[in-house]
């Protein structure tokens, strides 16, 4: 998983496409683009026939810049980083920060291209994906982009186990609010693949991350409670948190669904000239009565 952290500072779990999918995608546009292109200089070989060799060259570079570099640049940013390729083969390329690519993005992936794939048969951006560590390009690199998996089969999804039943409700006081992301991911990963770990590793393991977040948090675990169950705690608390907050009503709903009471302004009754005032009446205390 890639860490990419988008602009709202929200870190993004992206499964960085590698070069089996990749170069399947690329052969799957370049058979399309190819087919294309000898489509197209079929048809204009019949209509050029009667012009000269200098003007036919020229439209024979025009329309190699057209079909094999400008089409795939169109489409890519048409489709936001979907092309023909790419979507047979689930993938997609983003920024570096989670979002559609625009033309600028690529431009010059299509441009990087030329040299990376269409000059060199492809050897140089196979070298360059291999070597990244997230798969990428030259062509990604200098536009600042990212190819991705959409399509991540369901059985990679893992659930976090619940906590011991006698630590649930155990940490409802404390302060998650500046725990980093980053922290929360180790955490889930942990959780999920503790029964895959050596037993002294995984020991270890939740003691780093128990301090951790002890260190961010302020509150310790209650004493003689393990590390993995504090943090198995520690997460359920949070997840109920969020339900909470998904499924309870909004604030401004609230409001305007309940009743207006009008204010009740009591006026103070003063007796009249010449009238006797009861003592043993009540006397006005000065709050309104109860709506």
Aim: contains cysteine; charged residues 20%.
């Amino acid at each position: 998983m890639s860490g990419v952290v988008t602009g709202d500072a929200v870190v993004l779990g992206l499964q960085s496409a590698r070069l089996p999918s990749r170069a399947l995608a690329v052969l799957i546009d370049l058979v399309v683009v190819w087919a294309v292109y000898l489509l197209v200089m079929i048809g204009l070989a019949f209509a050029t026939a009667s012009l000269d060799e200098a003007a036919a060259t020229a439209i024979s570079i025009a329309c190699f810049l057209l079909v094999l570099v400008g089409a795939p640049i169109a489409v890519e940013t048409l489709s936001h980083g979907r092309s023909l390729g790419k979507l047979a083969c689930g993938l997609r390329v983003v920024r570096d920060d989670g979002g559609p690519i625009r033309f600028r993005h690529a431009l010059v992936r299509g441009a990087m291209g030329v040299v990376e794939i269409l000059m060199t048969f492809g050897a140089i951006a196979c070298i360059a994906s291999l070597v990244s560590e997230r798969g990428r390009r030259i062509g990604d690199v200098f536009a600042g982009t990212l190819v991705v998996r959409e399509r991540i089969p369901a059985a990679r999804a893992l659930v976090v186990p619940p906590p011991p039943p006698w630590l649930v409700g155990r940490f409802a006081g404390i302060d998650l609010s500046s725990v980093p992301e980053r922290l929360w991911l180790e955490i889930r990963q942990y959780l999920t693949r503790a029964g895959e770990l050596d037993p002294f590793v995984g020991r270890r393991l939740a003691e780093r991350l128990a301090d951790e977040l002890v260190a961010v948090t302020g509150t310790p675990p209650p004493p003689g409670v393990p590390a993995d169950a504090f943090l198995a705690g520690v997460v359920a608390e949070r997840q109920a948190r969020d339900s909470r907050r998904a499924f309870a009503p909004s604030s401004v709903e609230g409001l305007s669904a309940a009743p207006v009471v009008a204010p009740v302004v009591v006026t103070p009754v003063v007796p009249a000239a010449g009238a006797v005032r009861d003592e043993d009446g009540p006397r006005a205390t000065g709050f309104a009565p109860p709506a």
